[in-house]
């Protein structure tokens, strides 16, 4: 993925920093397991026909997920869990980002997640553009794509 966590601590940092209600310390066996989980979702993204695409999530969502319930376990606010309670913090990212990935493909189409199309950035992105074309992981690269386009056209016609 982009740019995994180096250190279990890491790994519970990110997630505090994302907002995540982190109700035990990361250890090492998070960090391996979140790291395997994320090279069988990175299937997903490179998987660009909807139906196989589908099948990878189902297959994530199988062994990653529960049914879906209600709760107010921090006192935040009531919200869906689509996950067993007391789990590792490996188990909540790979609940999270499973059904996470299923929500917005299925919301926003089965094409919105999708890789950097610029020559060398292989980095992953979900596709929140209002006209579901977006082709660059940021604007970055969408800019020096555009001016490697440019200089190449350039070239070839000798301006």
Partial sequence: MNRPPATAAELEERCREAGLVVERPAVDADLTAVRAYLERWTAVVDTTEPPARAALVNVLLATSSAHPRLTDHAGTGWHIHYRDDDMTLAGLLRS????????????????????????????????????????????????????????????????
């Fill in 96 to 159: 999270l980002v499973s059904v996470g990935t299923a929500l917005h493909l299925t919301a926003r189409g089965m094409h919105r997640l999708a890789r950097c199309a610029t020559d060398g950035c292989d980095q992953v992105f979900a596709d929140v553009s209002r006209t579901g074309r977006q082709r660059y992981c940021t604007p970055a690269c969408a800019n020096r794509d555009a001016v490697r386009r440019h200089r190449a056209s350039a070239a070839r016609t000798g301006a």
